[in-house]
Protein backbone atom coordinates (compact mmCIF):
# COMPACT_ATOMS: atom_id res chain seq x y z
CA UNK A 1 0.00 0.00 0.00
CA UNK A 2 2.47 2.25 -0.64
CA UNK A 3 1.83 5.97 -1.83
CA UNK A 4 3.03 9.42 -1.20
CA UNK A 5 3.03 11.26 2.11
CA UNK A 6 0.45 14.61 1.59
CA UNK A 7 -1.69 16.89 3.87
CA UNK A 8 -5.46 15.81 3.55
CA UNK A 9 -5.47 19.45 3.01
CA UNK A 10 -3.13 19.85 0.26
CA UNK A 11 -3.04 17.05 -2.28
CA UNK A 12 -2.56 19.49 -5.59
CA UNK A 13 -1.47 16.97 -7.95
CA UNK A 14 -2.68 14.12 -6.84
CA UNK A 15 -5.06 11.90 -9.45
CA UNK A 16 -7.58 9.15 -7.65
CA UNK A 17 -8.47 6.94 -10.68
CA UNK A 18 -11.60 4.70 -10.22
CA UNK A 19 -11.29 1.67 -12.33
CA UNK A 20 -14.16 -1.03 -12.99
CA UNK A 21 -16.51 -3.02 -14.18
CA UNK A 22 -19.85 -1.18 -14.89
CA UNK A 23 -22.09 -1.79 -12.07
CA UNK A 24 -19.20 -3.04 -9.87
CA UNK A 25 -19.43 -0.53 -6.82
CA UNK A 26 -17.62 2.33 -9.00
CA UNK A 27 -19.62 5.27 -8.11
CA UNK A 28 -19.60 4.21 -4.26
CA UNK A 29 -15.90 3.85 -4.53
CA UNK A 30 -15.95 7.10 -5.84
CA UNK A 31 -17.94 8.56 -3.51
CA UNK A 32 -15.99 7.50 -0.74
CA UNK A 33 -13.12 9.26 -1.65
CA UNK A 34 -14.34 12.65 -0.99
CA UNK A 35 -13.70 11.29 2.56
CA UNK A 36 -10.26 11.26 1.88
CA UNK A 37 -10.43 15.09 0.51
CA UNK A 38 -10.74 14.39 -2.58
CA UNK A 39 -12.65 16.53 -5.33
CA UNK A 40 -15.13 14.54 -7.63
CA UNK A 41 -15.39 17.19 -10.55
CA UNK A 42 -17.83 19.72 -11.27
CA UNK A 43 -20.29 18.34 -13.36
CA UNK A 44 -21.72 14.84 -13.58
CA UNK A 45 -23.55 12.67 -15.38
CA UNK A 46 -27.48 12.92 -14.04
CA UNK A 47 -28.53 10.29 -11.13
CA UNK A 48 -30.49 7.29 -13.10
CA UNK A 49 -33.00 5.24 -11.61
CA UNK A 50 -30.22 2.20 -11.66
CA UNK A 51 -27.68 4.83 -9.74
CA UNK A 52 -30.54 6.71 -7.72
CA UNK A 53 -27.84 8.56 -5.85
CA UNK A 54 -26.05 9.41 -8.35
CA UNK A 55 -22.83 8.22 -10.85
CA UNK A 56 -19.92 10.86 -9.99
CA UNK A 57 -19.04 10.52 -13.09
CA UNK A 58 -17.55 13.70 -14.46
CA UNK A 59 -19.19 14.21 -17.65
CA UNK A 60 -16.62 15.50 -20.17
CA UNK A 61 -14.80 12.31 -19.68
CA UNK A 62 -17.56 10.39 -20.39
CA UNK A 63 -18.17 11.93 -23.63
CA UNK A 64 -14.36 11.95 -24.35
CA UNK A 65 -14.08 8.04 -23.64
CA UNK A 66 -17.22 7.21 -26.02
CA UNK A 67 -15.61 9.29 -28.71
CA UNK A 68 -12.54 7.14 -28.19
CA UNK A 69 -13.59 4.18 -28.28
CA UNK A 70 -16.47 4.67 -31.56
CA UNK A 71 -12.75 5.96 -32.77
CA UNK A 72 -11.64 1.79 -32.09
CA UNK A 73 -14.91 0.66 -33.70
CA UNK A 74 -15.77 -0.19 -29.96
CA UNK A 75 -18.67 0.31 -27.50
CA UNK A 76 -18.81 -0.16 -23.88
CA UNK A 77 -21.20 -3.31 -25.02
CA UNK A 78 -17.93 -5.02 -26.68
CA UNK A 79 -15.54 -7.32 -25.19
CA UNK A 80 -13.26 -7.64 -27.54
CA UNK A 81 -10.18 -6.47 -27.41
CA UNK A 82 -8.76 -3.25 -28.36
CA UNK A 83 -6.19 -2.31 -30.47
CA UNK A 84 -3.42 -1.61 -27.75
CA UNK A 85 -0.89 0.08 -30.88
CA UNK A 86 -3.65 2.34 -32.23
CA UNK A 87 -4.50 3.67 -28.65
CA UNK A 88 -0.98 4.45 -28.07
CA UNK A 89 -0.65 6.18 -32.07
CA UNK A 90 -3.96 8.26 -31.30
CA UNK A 91 -2.28 8.84 -27.73
CA UNK A 92 1.33 10.62 -29.39
CA UNK A 93 -1.27 12.92 -31.95
CA UNK A 94 -3.96 15.39 -31.78
CA UNK A 95 -6.50 13.36 -29.99
CA UNK A 96 -3.57 13.04 -26.81
CA UNK A 97 -3.23 16.65 -26.45
CA UNK A 98 -6.58 17.39 -26.13
CA UNK A 99 -7.12 14.80 -23.70
CA UNK A 100 -3.90 16.19 -21.89
CA UNK A 101 -6.16 19.36 -22.37
CA UNK A 102 -9.04 18.32 -20.23
CA UNK A 103 -7.02 16.38 -17.55
CA UNK A 104 -5.17 19.88 -16.99
CA UNK A 105 -8.22 21.44 -17.02
CA UNK A 106 -9.72 19.19 -14.66
CA UNK A 107 -6.93 18.78 -12.39
CA UNK A 108 -5.59 22.30 -11.72
CA UNK A 109 -6.76 23.28 -8.51
CA UNK A 110 -5.77 22.28 -4.55
CA UNK A 111 -6.87 19.77 -4.02
CA UNK A 112 -6.63 15.53 -5.27
CA UNK A 113 -9.37 14.44 -7.94
CA UNK A 114 -10.68 11.72 -8.15
CA UNK A 115 -12.11 10.43 -11.74
CA UNK A 116 -14.12 7.44 -12.67
CA UNK A 117 -15.05 5.93 -15.97
CA UNK A 118 -15.45 2.35 -16.33
CA UNK A 119 -14.65 2.83 -19.81
CA UNK A 120 -11.21 4.12 -18.58
CA UNK A 121 -9.99 0.17 -17.59
CA UNK A 122 -10.07 -0.45 -21.77
CA UNK A 123 -8.47 2.68 -22.60
CA UNK A 124 -5.64 2.82 -20.31
CA UNK A 125 -2.99 2.31 -23.01
CA UNK A 126 -4.16 5.54 -24.36
CA UNK A 127 -4.20 7.29 -20.80
CA UNK A 128 -0.92 6.37 -19.21
CA UNK A 129 1.19 8.53 -21.77
CA UNK A 130 -1.45 11.39 -21.35
CA UNK A 131 -1.23 10.76 -17.59
CA UNK A 132 2.94 11.25 -17.49
CA UNK A 133 2.66 13.68 -19.52
CA UNK A 134 0.39 15.35 -17.26
CA UNK A 135 3.21 15.34 -14.17
CA UNK A 136 0.59 13.33 -11.59
CA UNK A 137 0.52 11.18 -8.51
CA UNK A 138 -1.70 8.74 -9.79
CA UNK A 139 -3.60 6.16 -7.37
CA UNK A 140 -5.73 3.69 -8.90
CA UNK A 141 -8.53 2.14 -7.12
CA UNK A 142 -10.23 -1.06 -8.44
CA UNK A 143 -13.60 -2.04 -7.64
CA UNK A 144 -14.50 -5.83 -7.54
CA UNK A 145 -17.53 -7.09 -7.36
CA UNK A 146 -18.74 -10.44 -8.02
CA UNK A 147 -20.13 -11.42 -12.07
CA UNK A 148 -22.75 -12.49 -11.36
CA UNK A 149 -24.24 -10.04 -9.23
CA UNK A 150 -22.88 -7.49 -12.34
CA UNK A 151 -24.56 -9.96 -14.82
CA UNK A 152 -27.87 -9.72 -13.25
CA UNK A 153 -27.36 -5.94 -12.62
CA UNK A 154 -26.63 -5.61 -16.70
CA UNK A 155 -29.56 -8.51 -16.94
CA UNK A 156 -32.23 -5.63 -15.65
CA UNK A 157 -30.97 -2.62 -16.91
CA UNK A 158 -29.47 -2.85 -20.38
CA UNK A 159 -31.36 -6.44 -20.73
CA UNK A 160 -27.53 -7.82 -21.46
CA UNK A 161 -27.59 -12.11 -21.20
CA UNK A 162 -25.38 -13.47 -18.57
CA UNK A 163 -22.63 -14.76 -20.89
CA UNK A 164 -22.16 -11.26 -22.69
CA UNK A 165 -22.25 -9.61 -19.20
CA UNK A 166 -19.09 -11.80 -17.89
CA UNK A 167 -16.95 -11.44 -21.04
CA UNK A 168 -17.36 -7.60 -20.77
CA UNK A 169 -16.58 -8.17 -16.98
CA UNK A 170 -13.38 -10.59 -17.63
CA UNK A 171 -12.23 -7.56 -20.51
CA UNK A 172 -12.79 -4.47 -18.48
CA UNK A 173 -11.48 -6.19 -14.93
CA UNK A 174 -8.32 -7.76 -16.96
CA UNK A 175 -7.70 -4.70 -18.88
CA UNK A 176 -7.89 -2.64 -15.61
CA UNK A 177 -4.95 -4.46 -13.74
CA UNK A 178 -2.80 -5.53 -16.48
CA UNK A 179 -2.31 -1.73 -18.12
CA UNK A 180 -2.38 -0.22 -14.72
CA UNK A 181 0.85 -1.96 -14.04
CA UNK A 182 3.47 -0.07 -12.46
CA UNK A 183 0.82 2.55 -10.56
CA UNK A 184 0.08 2.19 -7.19
CA UNK A 185 -3.16 0.23 -6.63
CA UNK A 186 -5.76 -1.12 -4.23
CA UNK A 187 -8.36 -3.45 -4.71
CA UNK A 188 -11.50 -3.03 -3.40
CA UNK A 189 -14.51 -5.31 -3.20
CA UNK A 190 -18.28 -3.52 -3.40
CA UNK A 191 -19.79 -6.10 -0.94
CA UNK A 192 -16.81 -5.89 1.66
CA UNK A 193 -17.28 -1.96 1.25
CA UNK A 194 -20.97 -2.40 1.94
CA UNK A 195 -20.37 -5.18 4.87
CA UNK A 196 -17.88 -3.20 6.78
CA UNK A 197 -17.29 0.30 5.51
CA UNK A 198 -14.92 1.75 8.20
CA UNK A 199 -12.76 -0.61 7.73
CA UNK A 200 -12.50 -0.44 4.44
CA UNK A 201 -12.25 3.45 4.54
CA UNK A 202 -9.40 3.45 6.88
CA UNK A 203 -7.44 0.92 4.60
CA UNK A 204 -8.02 3.25 1.85
CA UNK A 205 -6.83 6.40 3.85
CA UNK A 206 -4.07 4.26 4.59
CA UNK A 207 -3.54 3.47 1.37
CA UNK A 208 -3.68 6.96 -0.40
CA UNK A 209 -1.82 8.41 3.01
CA UNK A 210 -4.90 10.55 3.63
CA UNK A 211 -6.56 11.16 6.86
CA UNK A 212 -10.22 10.57 6.56
CA UNK A 213 -12.29 13.78 7.30
CA UNK A 214 -14.58 12.37 10.46
CA UNK A 215 -17.48 14.68 9.05
CA UNK A 216 -17.15 13.40 5.74
CA UNK A 217 -17.00 10.15 7.02
CA UNK A 218 -20.48 10.32 9.07
CA UNK A 219 -22.34 12.22 6.23
CA UNK A 220 -21.13 9.08 4.04
CA UNK A 221 -22.34 6.07 6.31
CA UNK A 222 -25.23 7.81 7.64
CA UNK A 223 -26.97 9.81 4.61
CA UNK A 224 -24.81 8.14 1.27
CA UNK A 225 -24.36 4.18 2.09
CA UNK A 226 -27.69 2.31 1.67
CA UNK A 227 -27.91 -1.39 1.06
CA UNK A 228 -31.20 -1.39 0.06
CA UNK A 229 -29.99 0.06 -3.14
CA UNK A 230 -28.24 -3.58 -3.44
CA UNK A 231 -29.82 -5.20 -5.40
CA UNK A 232 -28.23 -8.44 -6.45
CA UNK A 233 -26.04 -10.32 -4.23
CA UNK A 234 -23.76 -13.30 -4.56
CA UNK A 235 -21.96 -15.02 -2.09
CA UNK A 236 -18.14 -14.69 -2.50
CA UNK A 237 -17.77 -18.50 -3.59
CA UNK A 238 -21.01 -19.07 -5.40
CA UNK A 239 -21.39 -21.93 -7.92
CA UNK A 240 -19.80 -19.97 -11.27
CA UNK A 241 -22.03 -22.89 -13.24
CA UNK A 242 -22.88 -21.48 -16.48
CA UNK A 243 -21.28 -20.68 -20.18
CA UNK A 244 -17.26 -20.83 -20.35
CA UNK A 245 -17.18 -16.72 -19.58
CA UNK A 246 -19.12 -16.99 -16.39
CA UNK A 247 -16.61 -19.95 -15.33
CA UNK A 248 -13.83 -17.87 -16.39
CA UNK A 249 -14.98 -14.85 -14.40
CA UNK A 250 -16.21 -16.63 -11.38
CA UNK A 251 -12.79 -17.84 -10.87
CA UNK A 252 -10.77 -15.10 -11.85
CA UNK A 253 -12.97 -13.13 -9.28
CA UNK A 254 -12.09 -15.63 -5.67
CA UNK A 255 -8.58 -14.88 -7.07
CA UNK A 256 -9.11 -11.53 -6.74
CA UNK A 257 -11.18 -11.14 -3.94
CA UNK A 258 -7.82 -12.34 -1.91
CA UNK A 259 -5.83 -8.89 -3.18
CA UNK A 260 -9.40 -6.95 -1.29
CA UNK A 261 -8.66 -8.81 1.85
CA UNK A 262 -5.05 -8.04 1.26
CA UNK A 263 -4.28 -11.58 1.12
CA UNK A 264 -2.79 -11.25 -2.77
CA UNK A 265 0.00 -9.03 -3.51
CA UNK A 266 -0.81 -7.46 -7.33
CA UNK A 267 2.49 -6.46 -7.72
CA UNK A 268 4.03 -9.93 -7.12
CA UNK A 269 6.17 -11.16 -10.33
CA UNK A 270 4.07 -14.08 -10.38
CA UNK A 271 0.98 -12.98 -10.62
CA UNK A 272 1.39 -10.38 -13.34
CA UNK A 273 2.53 -13.68 -15.29
CA UNK A 274 -0.36 -15.26 -14.30
CA UNK A 275 -2.09 -12.22 -15.42
CA UNK A 276 -0.67 -12.01 -18.42
CA UNK A 277 -1.75 -15.75 -18.78
CA UNK A 278 -5.32 -15.34 -18.09
CA UNK A 279 -5.73 -12.20 -20.62
CA UNK A 280 -4.22 -14.43 -23.51
CA UNK A 281 -7.14 -16.71 -22.64
CA UNK A 282 -10.11 -14.58 -22.03
CA UNK A 283 -9.22 -12.85 -25.60
CA UNK A 284 -9.14 -16.30 -26.93
CA UNK A 285 -12.39 -16.95 -25.20
CA UNK A 286 -14.32 -13.51 -25.39
CA UNK A 287 -13.24 -12.33 -28.59
CA UNK A 288 -16.10 -14.76 -30.41
CA UNK A 289 -19.12 -13.59 -29.39
CA UNK A 290 -21.90 -13.48 -31.23
Known amino acids: MAGRRSSFYNMGGRLFLVLGMHRS ?11 MGARLGDEHLHAHPCNPKGFFE ?18 WRDPR ?13 AVGLQALALLKEKTGKDSALALKD ?10 RPVLAAAGLDVHCLVALRHPKSVAASLRQRDQLVEERSHALWIAHTLDALVHSEGLPRLCVDYDILMQTPKHQITRLGQFLNARP ?17 RHHTVTPHADNAGGDCAVFAGRLYENLRLAAIDKLDLESPRFQRSLRLRQQEAIALCGNLP
Open 213 to 229: DKAELNLFLADFLDNGL
Open 58 to 75: DADLNSFNKRLLKEMNSA
Open 81 to 93: PIDIVALKRLSAG
Open 25 to 35: GTSVLTRALRI
Open 118 to 127: PRMCRLLPFW
